[in-house]
C-alpha cells in the first residue's frame, strides 16, 4: 500500500522560509506527477505546485517566484522550498502524487506564517 509521509511544517515569522519533505514508501514505480497542495480554514484546497516525470512544472500564480518545487524520482521523493513566506501561505500542505487512474494523499503538515 502506498503510503505519503510529509514533514516540515511549522511555525515561521513573515518573510521567512520552510522546507517541506513528501517521502513515499510503498510503490516500486515512479509517479506521473508529484505535487502540492494547500487548504486554509474555511477555504478549498488549492494547487500550490507539480511537477511531472517529464520535467514541467506548473506554480500557483500566488507562489511563483518564492515556491519551488524538486522531486527526485529514484527516490519517489518531493519537496517544496518556501521563501518570503507571507501571513496568507498559512495551510495544512498535502502532498498527492499518482498517475492515469489513481492518486495518494498525504495526511498534511501544518504552516503557519505569523508574528
Known amino acids: 500500500q502506498v503510503q505519503l509521509v510529509e514533514s516540515g511544517g511549522g511555525l515561521v515569522q513573515p518573510g521567512g522560509s520552510l522546507r517541506l519533505s513528501c517521502a513515499a514508501s510503498g510503490s516500486t514505480l515512479s509517479f506521473s506527477y508529484m505535487a502540492w497542495y494547500r487548504q486554509a480554514p474555511g477555504k478549498q484546497r488549492e494547487l500550490v505546485a507539480t511537477s511531472r516525470y517529464s520535467g514541467s512544472i506548473i506554480y500557483a500564480d500566488s507562489v511563483k517566484g518564492r515556491f519551488t518545487i524538486v522531486r527526485d524520482n529514484a527516490k519517489n521523493t518531493v519537496f517544496l522550498q518556501m521563501n518570503s513566506l507571507k501571513p496568507e501561505d498559512t495551510a495544512v500542505y498535502y502532498c498527492?502524487?499518482?498517475?492515469?487512474?489513481?492518486?495518494?494523499w498525504g495526511q498534511g503538515t501544518q504552516v503557519t506564517v505569523s508574528s
Open positions: 498527492n502524487a499518482g498517475g492515469a487512474g489513481y492518486t495518494h
